[in-house]
């Protein structure tokens, strides 16, 4: 089984925090022209799976998707399943930005098919919002969470950012205590992540305005008690989720997986990347499409991939992966269950990993013995 990742870059302003790529554009033909041109990739990777895998997942991020009408939307989904064995009850998601719905609504966006909706809050306050370039009412916001409660969405995520400029506790706790009330399935709290030598929009972002680490942390720490305290459990990486949320009931029996989207009930080993600056894995192989769109549009005129750049994962790259990935969904590690799936003895392979760690178990983050690792609540904050 396969995923598929379809970028959209577009979006009518610059958001200053972003990390991701993105063109601001107002212009309907240009948003055209790349359709086009993502249905020229859709068909051309198509062609490499001969052996028609399900598609399980689909995923279309930005940018902002929801730039895009009912029918453009509609359109590329009609392509995706011409194309691949589109699943019926797959998971099939979308990030919605509430100032971007003048054209579509959230029962369209069900009727197309899709059953997850990823919406961006950030914060509520008006100074907040003002810092970052992205005004969005609180009761737009709102809004869309209830529009997609009563159009049937399977999943409703809420995506806040801590430490954003000036954010304070008291403004972070506003803007918290709506989202709760709210009643999304889950909540995932993002920190924002100041690096302006290597994402030029946050070069706007003034770095005297940015709450102290400190504080970032009390927001974290007030969140996980209201959270919890609202019923929310912590699956893990700041994600929270209702009790009988698909995502919680698959880490209770073993089968969570982490990739490249997140947490998710289906392996990401095999996840095809569409459109400008994407970044797939196929087996132990990770690439990243061409980022700049000339260059993009120029390899699909010439029938070739898009890709720009790409590594093949080592055996030990690989090993560690695998190790990552056990600790972020299920906050234990077994060294047997290392050992029963690669030729390691995992002590002996991690010995300098393992010593470092003494450092985490004495400041309570991790546990230690013969058997296992285990992150502590603590260090699962962390």
Not at 133 to 158: C, P, S, W, Y
Not at 259 to 264: C, M, T
Not at 275 to 297: E, H, M, T
Request: proline share 4%; hydrophobic share 40%.
């Amino acid at each position: 089984p396969i995923s598929l990742y379809v970028h959209i870059p577009f979006c009518r302003s610059l958001c200053f925090y972003w990390q991701f790529n993105q063109i601001i554009t107002d212009r309907n033909d240009s948003i055209s022209t790349y359709l086009d041109y993502l249905s020229r990739e859709i068909k051309l990777q198509a062609a490499f799976f001969r052996e028609d895998p399900k598609l399980e997942q689909l995923y279309f991020g930005g940018g902002t998707p929801t730039l895009l009408n009912d029918a453009q939307l509609g359109n590329i989904l009609k392509e995706i399943q011409q194309n691949f064995n589109l699943i019926k009850d797959g998971e099939f998601s979308i990030e919605i930005d509430s100032r971007q719905l003048s054209d579509l609504s959230m029962q369209a966006l069900k009727e197309i098919g899709f059953n997850r909706a990823i919406i961006g809050v950030q914060d509520f306050d008006d100074h907040v919002q003002q810092s970052v370039h992205r005004v969005q009412t609180e009761n737009a916001t709102l809004l869309a969470i209830r529009d997609a409660q009563q159009a049937g969405f399977k999943t409703i995520r809420t995506e806040l950012i801590y430490g954003l400029p000036k954010q304070t506790v008291e403004k972070f706790e506003y803007t918290l205590g709506k989202i709760i009330t709210a009643n999304p399935d889950q909540i995932n709290l993002l920190n924002y992540q100041h690096l302006p030598e290597k994402f030029k929009p946050q070069q706007n972002i003034n770095p005297e305005d940015l709450p102290a680490i400190e504080v970032g942390l009390e927001m974290l720490l007030f969140a996980i008690a209201r959270l919890t305290a609202a019923g929310y459990l912590h699956i893990g990486m700041n994600l929270f989720a209702k009790h009988d949320d698909q995502l919680i009931i698959a880490q209770r029996q073993g089968r969570l997986y982490y990739g490249l989207q997140g947490y998710s009930i289906y392996p990401d080993s095999y996840r095809v990347a569409l459109g400008v600056s994407g970044i797939g894995s196929i087996g132990p192989a990770l690439s990243q499409n061409d980022c700049d769109l000339l260059r993009y549009y120029s390899k699909l005129e010439h029938n070739i991939l898009p890709i720009r750049r790409g590594i093949e994962l080592t055996p030990d790259d690989l090993i560690r992966r695998s190790v990552m990935q056990a600790l972020i969904c299920h906050s234990v590690l077994s060294f047997e269950s290392v050992e029963a799936y690669f030729p390691i003895e995992f002590k002996n392979y991690f010995s300098t990993e393992l010593a470092k760690l003494s450092v985490y178990e004495q400041a309570g983050l991790v546990t230690l013995n013969d058997q296992e690792i285990t992150v502590t609540p603590k260090g699962q904050l962390l």
